[in-house]
């Protein structure tokens, strides 16, 4: 859907709730809706309604756009459950060190999410309703107040640079720390996603400018796979005249802290998993000590070393590379063209 004389911020959710009601629908007439939501992309475009809801309530109707925010936040977290289990199932199914009753565990758990799933998906209307989640959300969207082209760019920017210092913020006073896992490794990239998930969503307004001669400290961030990475490549500008620029290598180099804090943060992961199953099954600290040693071994990094690495790495890319303050004065500079 492009409809020229209806506002940017309206069509940018119409497109990613489009792209959604395409597979509620086509769930609602199987006999395995959650599952079907679970393989399909749908929890891709209920991050960038999450990010659009965020940018929003900061520049509209914060009660109208948070309770959007909530409903789609409760739905991907629970998409996120089931990929959390499924994702260690195969892992695990083929390591044969693995002994099956911690499958069937982790099988047990998938299973019990994926209920939940469809538990949340009727009681919250997203399919097989007299009047559809969906539909509810089209008529607030309908009714807000948008502002103009201009003045919402501008508010726009301004939410990407007041984010970014939050994070800037948190991580110097030590809320951000690394403490643990879940509510460090995992909040900090988390957190840090977001700014990449606000540009994706915004369906062009936001756009990367090439510079050829970029800062010899991003250097080590602009690897292959993050120049080659489908996340780095903006969609395509139809309608929009002017829109915010970053500067292509700080904007990789954000790609980069975020793909290697995953996988930091997955292979921590890997041990908490293992003796939360282990722990589970009725496994002793010794047996589960000896097990972890035969499975991971020396091929993993701990999550003491996880939460060791990241800090060094952070600190480079905060303090060293200032990738943030990169960020955040493109946009300045943006702001006063």
């Not at 020229?4 to 395995?32: D, M, P, R, W």
């Not at 701990?302 to 890319?317: C, G, L, W």
């Amino acid at each position: 859907m492009k409809n020229k004389s209806v506002h940017e911020g309206y069509n940018c959710f119409q497109i990613h709730l489009n792209a959604l009601n395409e597979v509620l629908e086509a769930a609602q007439l199987t006999n395995e809706p959650a599952l079907v939501i679970y393989k399909s992309s749908a929890r891709q475009s209920l991050f960038y309604l999450q990010a659009l809801a965020r940018i929003y309530k900061e520049t509209h109707n914060k009660k109208r756009f948070e309770k959007m925010r909530l409903a789609f936040k409760m739905f991907e977290d629970q998409l996120g459950k089931i990929d959390y289990y499924d994702g260690f199932i195969k892992m695990f199914s083929k390591n044969k060190a693995v002994p099956k009753s911690i499958i069937q565990n982790l099988k047990q758990h998938y299973d019990i999410e994926l209920n939940n799933l469809n538990e949340l998906l009727l009681e919250h209307n997203w399919i097989n309703a007299e009047k559809p989640k969906i539909n509810s959300i089209q008529k607030e969207l309908a009714t807000a107040s948008w502002k103009k082209v201009e003045e919402e760019r501008s508010a726009i920017a301004k939410v990407f640079i007041k984010y970014i210092e939050e994070i800037e913020y948190k991580y110097e006073i030590g809320i951000l720390n690394f403490n643990d896992l879940e509510h460090g490794v995992h909040e900090f990239r988390r957190q840090l996603r977001w700014i990449s998930i606000y540009a994706q969503a915004l369906n062009g307004l936001v756009q990367l400018k090439p510079i050829e001669n970029s800062h010899p400290s991003l250097n080590t961030y602009l690897t292959k796979s993050v120049l080659e990475s489908p996340f780095n490549k903006m969609p395509e500008v139809v309608s929009i005249s002017k829109y915010i620029c970053f500067q292509s290598a700080n904007f990789y180099a954000l790609s980069w802290m975020i793909a290697e804090s995953g996988q930091l943060k997955d292979e921590g992961l890997i041990t908490v998993c293992l003796e939360t199953a282990m722990a589970e099954i009725g496994m002793s600290e010794t047996e589960t000590q000896d097990l972890l040693k035969k499975i991971v071994g020396n091929t993993k990094r701990s999550p003491k070393q996880v939460k060791e690495e990241m800090e060094v790495i952070t600190d480079t890319f905060m303090y060293d590379a200032k990738v943030l303050f990169r960020l955040k004065r493109d946009i300045f500079r943006e702001l006063s063209n």
